[in-house]
């Protein structure tokens, strides 16, 4: 009989291991998932801001009155020249957030598509950006809707993953500052 007791305790003893190292093996794994989300996140992120820098940098270059370069500003995107690359042909740049409708094909329902265009040609679409503002300042650093009176900007991005994990999106926010030489 005490053996019986023995095999039994052995094998709810077993058991219990067993799936403590299910759970541990589940839980790495999703850990895992959600570390490679947000890496990828970050990643796109990292490249949209880096192309953004750039080119928001460049307002007003070459253009002969700099403080006309913002052609359109508004909270969810700009409208711009400049010449970005730098061949002596002004471009036009535009930065637009879509609606959420456009971002087919993900599973994020706030996923929206930042659309930049250059002379009119969608040059790129990232996904994965639920939010996108810009505010617009003078000199003073009092922010502005004219314009003709900016001097500087700031913009902000709320990227999520495209996907959950465990119901959650791995989510990273960039809010940037640029001061455009140009417009000084």
Do not use: H
């Not at 940098?57 to 370069?69: C, D, H, M």
């Not at 456009?102 to 969608?122: C, F, H, Q, R």
């Not at 004219?146 to 991005?157: A, C, K, Q, S």
Request: proline residues 2%; aromatic residues 12%.
């Amino acid at each position: 009989m005490s053996t019986m007791l023995d095999m039994l305790g052995s094998f709810i003893i077993g058991g219990l291991l067993l799936i403590m190292i299910l759970s541990y093996n589940t839980n790495f794994a999703n850990m895992t998932l959600e570390d490679q989300f947000e890496l990828s996140v970050q990643e796109n992120m990292v490249l949209l801001v880096e192309e953004m820098d750039f080119n928001f940098r460049k307002i007003g270059y070459g253009v002969a009155n700099p403080w006309l370069s913002i052609v359109n500003g508004d909270t969810s995107g700009i409208t711009f020249r400049a010449d970005v690359d730098n061949d002596g042909v002004i471009d036009v740049v535009n930065y637009q957030l879509s609606t959420t409708d456009a971002a087919i094909g993900t599973e994020n329902p706030n996923d929206s598509i930042l659309y930049s265009t250059l002379n009119g040609v969608t040059i790129g679409g990232t996904f994965g950006v639920t939010d996108f503002q810009v505010r617009y300042y003078d000199a003073g650093g009092n922010q502005v809707t004219d314009m003709t009176l900016v001097r500087y900007l700031e913009y902000e991005m709320t990227f999520e993953s495209i996907m959950p994990v465990n119901s959650v999106y791995a989510r990273s926010v960039w809010t940037g500052t640029v001061y455009p030489r140009n417009l000084f």
